[in-house]
């Protein structure tokens, strides 16, 4: 029987992106643009369409939620909305990473994958 | 940054709503950053995000809809199945319906050019109306021909049939003998070899068609160049006509070239031809009939002998019709456009009754956040999917359908029998429907939007006003009055049948068998050869067991309509020509007894009847009385052809036309006493046998006589003659089951409606009358009052209702073979089965009335 967080799996890498950017704090949606291209060099700029569809999908699905609580008034924008991570996405998220994992582990076997160093 | 607003209108309004500030905010960032070339990559990377990401996000709420939309409907089963098969039956019938009348009255013939297509044959003088009185002389065809200016070609043709004897079995065939300009002027160029050629080596040609190339000659493409045996004379095949052409009806198979000899044009009165001729390009065909009634004038100015009384008869060929069927086909439109009303009307009632169930979810969603737009949405994905879903349940029912609808294509048009479905009518349902379904559909949603969540939520499940309730009863009533319309109508068709089938036909149709043997010339030319044949199959025939009689006979009675003949009475003006016509057929002796046809006076035709002896005549009791006028007709003599006659006896008359045309007075000669040359088409060509064994082991032993006698005669057309009498209404028998289907449908329709409607009503007030069966009202008045308020609905549509088919029925009255449009016993059983079936419709919810208790109804609160 597969849990309610591995239904959901294999996540879209969007998602899991948003996911990591939120793992350890609040941010908007600018700030999570921001984030994943900072860890990813560069290499992954999120389209503000792209982001806002993924985040109103994860949203239903119970991966994150907005949230009221805002930062202090002087360094916050009114038309900013915040999103936070929920336990079940937390949880999601460790699973795609162990899948991730696991994948990553069966390549290395074959000699597809630098060994760990 | 106007235009990314403007872009952003792409995406789904709700999306909008909540991301659309941030989404503008980012890109007001990211363009401040953004200088020069780096700004035009920017625009362009926006383009493509929200070309490609809006779509997306349509899908993703599509999606949400749709699963919703699934799970809400699987809960309301009974309300979805209901929605769909209403829709299905509505869409399905009409579209059925309207493919048959668009196929037979409108879609172009399968000619190049059709409109420009026309057909002449003789007229009465005066007046012009539908079909033709007679048919053209080649004198009068060759002078309308040249004297016109207002075709581009006319030619002539036909009609016959011959044996065709070479390939397999000897087979009887429908030709038709055309004029070299007839295959050319239709336009249509064979798929083999070629038409004809006003030369002369092809006055022994033949062109085949498609089915009979397959079916005869294995589709084998060396056809061309071979020799065919048409009664005996040899046919060079020259062409193939291509799958799907007809001309000039269905049934031929082959066209021999048509050609005339001086002497056809020697008499005025020898009409055996029609004329089809293609209109000019510019001439209309008004002005083309003007033309043609010029020159009628003109010749029956030249020619008052002969063409005094003769008009021209002129007509589209689209238009070769009998306007029975036309009208028949309108009728029926009518009836599947009071079907498809009908649909719509219950669909919109059954939307607005589930609207009201639902007010309460759609207020309490509205009030958790969700905007009016995404509830709008929503409905329009439910009310698409349920019209969707019933649309293609229709389309089922349309293509099961239309093959029932096949008797309803006149024979008289080259067309196919089988009408094709036709998707432009599906798609014009399918609006109809889907534009009911759309806007009953978002009327809660409007409504939903409109009112104050807080109200509806206070007022809970007695939510609904007044306003829709009386909406509702209108729809109800407007269905009860179309069902009484297509009731009544039904009805008084299917007196119309009964009244025709009770005429009698004046012969006795049941155990006659009849078969048909055409004799072909030149083999049997003379009259003995032919007298020979037929009585050594007679004799033998008459010794198979189980044969009570039997006798050929040149024309079997409303298979062969035709055959009239004018006589002289000595001693009288010479008969006017057109007028004073009779029917005759040449039989051999028993064909009275054969056929049941009662002998009134006198004697049968004899064996003793032949050549060398006196010349008699039977004739029919019409005959007598036209004739000799209370007096003893038999033993007085009259002229026909050359021959001087005597009557010897009088038999009944016979409805030789078909049981809904007057026919002439008959008369019957012996096929011995045939005159010598003879023209072939009067040969007596058909065995009737009564018998009382098995019509099929009779065939086979039939046909083991013929071919002992001659193995090159085909024998064709078995049929019984009850049969025949069968096919007299087969054609109304046919139209009646598509109407009688429609009625059944639509009062069952009204009678869902009138359930639906007061089984909410119940629901509406099951407060109100718990409380008062609480307070000891009687439960039976209860039921009474609900019962009482459908009822009151029904009467309010049967009114119009009545109104209206007495309108309807006056409309095809032509089609009620003088049943009364307003005939009492059809409308009151009419309106007994409407009043009937919603009495049906009301007793549920009255029963569930009776049985409310004021617990049930807090419970359900």
């Known amino acids: ?117 | 940054m106007r235009i990314y607003r403007l872009l952003l209108y792409l995406y789904p309004a709700s999306f909008r709503a909540d991301y659309g500030d941030e989404m503008a905010a980012i890109f007001q960032v990211q363009l401040r950053a953004a200088r020069g070339v780096a700004r035009l990559a920017l625009w362009f990377a926006v383009l493509h995000e929200v070309i490609m990401n809006a779509p997306a996000v349509h899908w993703d709420i599509l999606k949400q809809d749709l699963r919703y939309t699934f799970r809400t409907l699987n809960r309301a089963r009974g309300f979805a199945l209901t929605a769909i098969l209403v829709t299905a039956l509505g869409v399905g019938a009409n579209t059925a319906a309207f493919s048959v009348a668009d196929f037979v009255l409108l879609r172009p013939l399968p000619f190049a050019d059709p409109d420009a297509l026309v057909r002449a044959c003789e007229g009465p003088r005066t007046g012009a109306g539908w079909g033709c009185m007679n048919e053209l002389s080649p004198a009068n065809y060759r002078d309308f021909k040249a004297m016109s200016s207002s075709f581009e070609a006319m030619g002539a043709f036909t009609g016959g049939a011959a044996n065709l004897v070479g390939f397999g079995e000897p087979r009887r065939l429908a030709i038709t003998p055309v004029t070299p300009d007839v295959l050319r002027l239709l336009g249509v160029t064979p798929a083999l070899g070629r038409g004809f050629d006003a030369r002369e080596d092809d006055r022994r040609t033949a062109v085949i068609s498609y089915g009979l190339w397959q079916s005869q000659f294995g589709a084998d493409p060396s056809v061309l160049g071979r020799t065919v045996r048409l009664d005996g004379v040899p046919h060079t095949i020259i062409g193939v006509m291509p799958h799907g052409f007809y001309f000039p009806t269905r049934e031929v198979q082959l066209w021999t070239a048509l050609t005339f000899e001086d002497e056809d044009y020697a008499d005025r009165t020898n009409t055996y031809i029609h004329a089809v001729a293609r209109l000019k390009p510019g001439v209309t065909f008004e002005e083309a009939r003007a033309d043609l009634e010029v020159i009628a004038a003109r010749l029956a100015r030249d020619f008052p002998e002969t063409n005094a009384e003769t008009g021209i008869s002129f007509f589209r060929m689209r238009e070769n019709m009998s306007p029975r069927f036309r009208l028949m086909l309108m009728a029926l439109g009518g009836a599947s456009l009071c079907l498809l009303l009908l649909t719509c009307a219950n669909l919109a009632n059954l939307l607005l009754a589930r609207a009201a169930a639902r007010e309460r979810e759609l207020a309490v969603r509205a009030a958790l956040g969700a905007g009016k737009e995404r509830l709008m949405r929503q409905l329009v994905t439910e009310s698409l999917i349920l019209t969707l879903l019933g649309g293609a349940a229709g389309l089922f029912v349309a293509v099961v359908g239309v093959p029932l609808f096949a008797s309803l294509v006149p024979d008289t048009l080259p067309i196919a029998t089988e009408p094709v479905l036709d998707l432009r009518v599906i798609a014009v349902a399918a609006l109809f429907t889907t534009l009911t379904a759309l806007g009953f559909g978002l009327f809660p949603a409007i409504r939903a939007g409109r009112r104050t969540t807080f109200d509806a939520r206070r007022e809970g499940v007695r939510a609904g006003g007044g306003a829709k309730q009386r909406l509702r009863a209108v729809l109800v009533t407007v269905e009860v009055a179309m069902s009484v319309v297509l009731l009544i109508t039904s009805g008084l068709l299917i007196r119309a049948v009964w009244q025709v089938q009770a005429i009698d036909p004046g012969f006795r149709p049941e155990n006659v068998l009849a078969l048909n043997m055409a004799l072909p010339r030149p083999k049997y030319d003379k009259p003995l050869q032919r007298v020979q044949f037929y009585d050594r199959v007679l004799a033998r025939v008459r010794a198979l067991p189980g044969v009570h009689s039997a006798a050929f006979t040149s024309g079997l009675p409303m298979v062969t309509t035709g055959l009239v003949t004018a006589i002289e009475i000595p001693g009288r003006e010479k008969p006017v020509r057109r007028r004073d016509v009779v029917s005759h057929r040449w039989v051999t002796p028993q064909y009275f007894r054969t056929m049941g046809i009662a002998l009134r006076r006198g004697r049968d035709v004899e064996d003793g009847d032949r050549g060398d002896r006196a010349w008699v005549a039977v004739v029919s009791a019409s005959f007598a009385e036209r004739y000799w006028p209370g007096q003893d007709p038999i033993g007085r003599t009259f002229r026909h052809l050359d021959d001087t006659r005597t009557v010897v006896g009088v038999v009944g008359d016979i409805k030789v036309r078909g049981l809904e045309r007057t026919s002439e007075p008959q008369m019957y000669l012996p096929a011995a006493q045939a005159p010598d040359p003879f023209p072939g088409g009067f040969d007596p060509k058909d065995l009737v046998i009564r018998h009382s064994g098995q019509a099929s082991a009779l065939v086979s032993a039939v046909r083991q006589i013929v071919r002992a006698i001659d193995a090159e005669q085909p024998i064709a057309d078995v049929r019984a003659m009850d049969d025949v009498i069968a096919g007299e209404t087969a054609s109304r028998r046919g139209q009646l089951q598509v109407l009688g289907v429609f009625a059944v449908v639509a009062i069952l329709l009204s009678a869902v409606g009138i359930y639906g409607l007061l089984a909410y009503t119940v629901s509406q007030r099951s407060q109100e009358i718990g409380v008062r069966l609480a307070l000891g009202a009687d439960p039976a008045r209860v039921g009474r009052m609900i019962v009482a308020d459908g009822m009151r609905l029904a009467l309010f549509g049967i009114a119009p209702g009545v109104l209206g088919a007495y309108a309807a029925a006056r409309g095809i009255s032509a089609l009620l073979f003088g049943v009364a449009p307003g005939d009492p016993a059809t409308f009151a059983t009419a309106v007994g089965v409407a009043l009937l079936t919603v009495l049906a419709g009301t007793l549920v919810p009255a029963w569930r009335a009776m049985r409310l208790t004021p617990m049930s109804v807090l419970r359900a609160e």
Not at chain 1, 20 to 31: F, I, K, N, P, Q
Not at chain 1, 59 to 81: C, K, N, Y
Request: net charge positive.
């Open chain 1, 1 to 117: 029987m597969k849990t309610e967080a591995e239904s959901l799996l294999p996540l879209p890498p969007v998602t899991f992106h948003i996911l990591v950017a939120l793992a350890d704090e609040d941010r908007h949606g600018y700030a999570v643009i921001k984030d994943v291209a900072a860890r990813t060099g560069g290499t992954l700029k999120l389209s503000p369409g792209t982001l806002y569809r993924s985040i109103e999908r994860m949203v239903q699905q119970g991966l994150i939620r907005e949230i009221s609580s805002r930062p202090a008034r002087e360094i916050d924008d009114e038309r900013r909305r915040y999103y936070r991570i929920t336990p079940f996405g937390r949880e999601v998220a460790m699973a795609e990473s162990r899948r991730l994992a696991q994948m990553l582990d069966l390549a290395r076997a074959k000699g597809l994958a630098p060994r760990k160093v």
